[in-house]
């Protein structure tokens, strides 16, 4: 704030090269400049970011109602070429500033306008206290977020909704320049926080300065009061003083803007997508399937890779609902022009992000109405929210409720059309005309939550936590998905690079009551039983168990692993209870002792059997890998022939 | 303390290798590429048994005055070769296993990155940090 000085006489000479435009600009002017911009940018950055501009422009009160205020920002911006520039500089701010201070004192806004004296431009209720906000950089990076990601998606949305199959995760800036025509669906993407530097351009600045104001103001119910006044949707002040409120207590306990964060509406629309590739939410999307998608993000590959290292955490090829969240977010992220971490941010961590799942999980239903909305028509959004202005959270929820099971139907109705892949953005958009109707409540319902994370937190304390699938350490690395396609899918097996250690580590899986077996068979246990309960435990039901994996290892890795891991679970205990009454004496121990000797060999002679197979299955692999590489040669020579040829 | 790690494909073109920042690396380079006949002789010594009977870490290739050289290969022929500095003693045979057991699980955790193809360099992060803590301290 009190960097005024400093800035004084860079201003002056930048604003006169601007627009080639001399601009005298007195000494309080300047001061006053040079402290709005340091206020509006971060020392080390030379631009000042959009967000706190567009803020500073709300709070700049200019007269004109609301749905038309747009109007005359655009042509502040335009005015001193931040439009064309992208930025703001600082010779633009100050010449964005003078319009401002001429548009308040009624003048026209026009270069001419500024050449007057003026008086300084009034800012209604900025508080120095708002550069704590920008202090730290990661909260601005925060803020450089979520709209990016609100406005993608919501352009993509658009996009479909537009009939356009143009791919969703289409580059930040070709949305951005679209869609002027209804400035206010910026306004209504349901975040609560700034947006980004990363997106040049007018539009962005609409659709800040809502979000914006929610989460700078902190402080003041009265300024909020203000604020409310001059809103483009005409939200009543108790409503803004509320949502400020609610705004300060969740930067208070936590960092909103963290980028690396994942709202809920983001966590939606991920969980959407993930029910796209796999509809139970318990199970994993294989590594093939996961490459299919994130590539449509157009991303590099060495990216990719590097984001799937970064998310698989338990690194077995295949994504869990929580590492697909975070896979996702990263993509998205790194769309947005976020520079990928070395590490997993701590919030992308999967037991960071099933805690948070868990409200996905169990309320899977309320989610289609979450996120079908979003993509709806702008006015219906606008009006919902109106209708919602002065509402109470608890009564929200239970209306909201009862949309959500009424989307709900709606919503499975239509998923069930679409599930392939490449559709996987369009069935959004079917969804979202049939969500339209049911939209209203939703809609700033899933707005309201997202910006506040005392309601998550109550929501999250509220539900009971379902267990997370989470693979068990000792198969990790033998994986399951691998075997999987090798059995079904010879060629893509190939693909998967080495195959999976010796057969000794396959039965164990699915035959993971055989704890007890000595140690002939070679089965590493993945529950600990009591030796007693393996005396107990009858041998035919071994057997039976034991033929199982071998014969069909592949159905088993099918099944969800939490399926697999219980059924085994399940088998055993219901071994033990039964046999449990009837094996009590020791006299038949001799006799069991024999048997199970029996049972061993059988169970041997079948573990060789499967190793066998899996023996000539690998070196049949072998044999397509060697001849892949002869056909890859192959194709590479032709190229090399080919090449000079084109190269002309 | 490894002087120099590579990964050798099964066609012997090198998938991945680093060495220690010195004037010399080509001498590194060198060194693995004619340790690779060793490594087809050890492998060849075996004969035709099964390929479970086979023990993946090779021991030692050879050794030379400044250094020694460690093979290991995987089963699906894929080697790590490993320089490391001969004055360093303190260097058990456990130990340069337990080095090669990490580099195969890293080299394994790149496997199931479904980006990664077989066969490709490795510019994996997560590998690169693993293999400078292993040329920065014994592990």
């Not at chain 1, 289609?368 to 959004?381: A, F, I, M, V």
Request: charged share 25%; with cysteine.
């Amino acid at each position: 704030m009190e960097q005024g000085p400093a800035g004084a006489s860079g201003p002056a000479a930048a604003a006169a090269g601007a627009g080639g435009l001399l601009l005298p600009l007195s000494e309080t002017e300047q001061q006053r400049y040079s402290e709005l911009f340091s206020r509006c940018c971060p020392p080390p950055e030379a631009a000042a970011g959009g967000s706190s501009v567009g803020e500073l422009f709300r709070a700049s009160q200019l007269p004109p109602d609301t749905l038309h205020q747009w109007k005359n920002n655009p042509q502040i911006t335009e005015v001193c070429g931040a439009k064309r520039m992208g930025y703001f500089g600082p010779a633009q701010f100050y010449i964005a500033l003078k319009l401002i201070a001429a548009a308040q004192s009624g003048f026209p806004v026009r270069i001419e306008s500024i050449k007057n004296e003026l008086p300084l431009p009034r800012f209604m209720a900025l508080k120095n206290d708002t550069e704590v906000r920008y202090g730290t950089p990661a909260e601005f990076h925060g803020v450089k977020f979520q709209v990016p990601h609100a406005t993608l998606e919501k352009n993509s949305y658009k996009r479909t909704d537009e009939g356009d199959k143009q791919e969703p995760k289409s580059p930040p800036m070709s949305p951005i320049c679209s869609p002027p025509a209804s400035p206010s669906t910026y306004q209504r993407i349901p975040l609560s926080y700034g947006y980004g530097k990363a997106r040049s351009g007018l539009e962005q600045q609409h659709g800040a300065p809502y979000e914006v104001r929610h989460s700078t103001h902190q402080q003041d119910g009265p300024s909020s009061g203000n604020y409310g006044a001059k809103s483009a949707l005409a939200c009543s002040t108790p409503n803004r003083s509320l949502s400020v409120e609610r705004e300060q207590q969740d930067s208070s306990t936590q960092y909103p803007d963290d980028p690396w964060r994942i709202t809920e509406e983001q966590r939606d629309y991920y969980i959407n997508q993930f029910r796209s590739l796999q509809p139970d939410l318990n199970a994993f999307i294989s590594g093939s399937v996961a490459k299919n998608f994130f590539t449509k993000s157009k991303l590099p590959i060495p990216e990719l890779s590097h984001i799937w290292e970064l998310s698989d955490v338990d690194c077995d090829g295949a994504l869990t609902l929580a590492e697909f969240c975070a896979a996702f977010h990263l993509v998205v992220a790194r769309k947005n022009g976020y520079q990928l971490p070395e590490t997993l941010p701590e919030t992308l961590l999967p037991e960071y992000l099933q805690a948070a799942c868990l409200k996905p999980m169990r309320d899977c239903a309320l989610f289609d109405s979450y996120s079908e909305p979003l993509p709806s028509s702008q006015q219906t959004r606008d009006l919902g929210r109106t209708e919602k202005s002065s509402a109470e959270e608890v009564p929200d929820n239970s209306a909201l409720i009862q949309e959500g099971k009424k989307d709900d139907k709606q919503a499975l109705k239509v998923s069930t059309t679409l599930k392939t892949i490449p559709k996987e953005f369009q069935h959004l958009t079917v969804k979202a005309a049939a969500q339209e109707p049911n939209a209203l409540r939703a809609r700033p319902r899933s707005r309201s939550y997202s910006s506040t994370s005392i309601e998550d937190a109550m929501k999250k304390g509220e539900e009971p936590p379902t267990p997370p699938p989470r693979p068990q350490k000792s198969h990790s690395r033998a994986s399951s998905l691998d075997l999987n396609k090798i059995f079904q899918q010879n060629t893509q097996a190939v693909r998967s690079g080495w195959l999976p250690p010796p057969p000794p580590a396959l039965p164990p899986r699915p035959s993971v009551s055989q704890t007890e077996q000595p140690s002939e068979v070679e089965l590493h246990p993945q529950m600990n039983k009591p030796p007693s309960q393996a005396e107990e435990n009858s041998s035919a039901k071994k057997e039976v168990v034991l033929a199982q994996p071998p014969s069909k290892p592949a159905r088993r890795k099918l099944r969800t692993e939490g399926q697999g891991l219980e059924t085994p679970e399940l088998s055993p205990t219901i071994n033990v209870t039964s046999s449990l009454p009837a094996v009590k004496p020791h006299l038949p121990v001799q006799k069991q002792s024999s048997k199970q000797k029996r049972a061993i060999q059988t169970a041997i002679r079948k573990n060789k059997e499967a190793n066998a197979v899996l023996a000539r299955l690998n070196s049949e692999l072998q044999q397509q890998l060697k001849e892949v590489h002869k056909e890859r040669i192959a194709l590479e020579t032709q190229l090399e022939q080919l090449r000079p040829v084109t190269v002309l | 303390m490894a002087v120099c790690i590579a990964v050798i494909a099964k066609e012997n073109y090198p998938l991945y290798i680093r060495s220690v920042p010195t004037e010399n690396e080509l001498k590194f380079h060198y060194t693995v590429h004619t340790s690779l006949d060793v490594v087809d002789e050890k492998i060849s010594a075996m004969g035709k048994a099964l390929v479970d009977q086979r023990e993946l870490y090779l021991g030692l290739l050879y050794p030379t005055e400044d250094y020694k050289v460690y093979g290991y290969v995987t089963n699906s022929k894929v080697k790590f070769v490993m320089v490391v500095d001969s004055s360093n003693t303190a260097l058990r045979d456990n130990e340069i296993r337990s080095m090669f057991r990490k580099l195969h699980n890293s080299y394994t955790d790149i496997m199931c990155n479904p980006f990664y193809n077989p066969g490709d360099r490795i510019h994996s992060r997560a590998f690169d940090t693993m293999v400078n803590s292993m040329m920065m301290q014994v592990c």
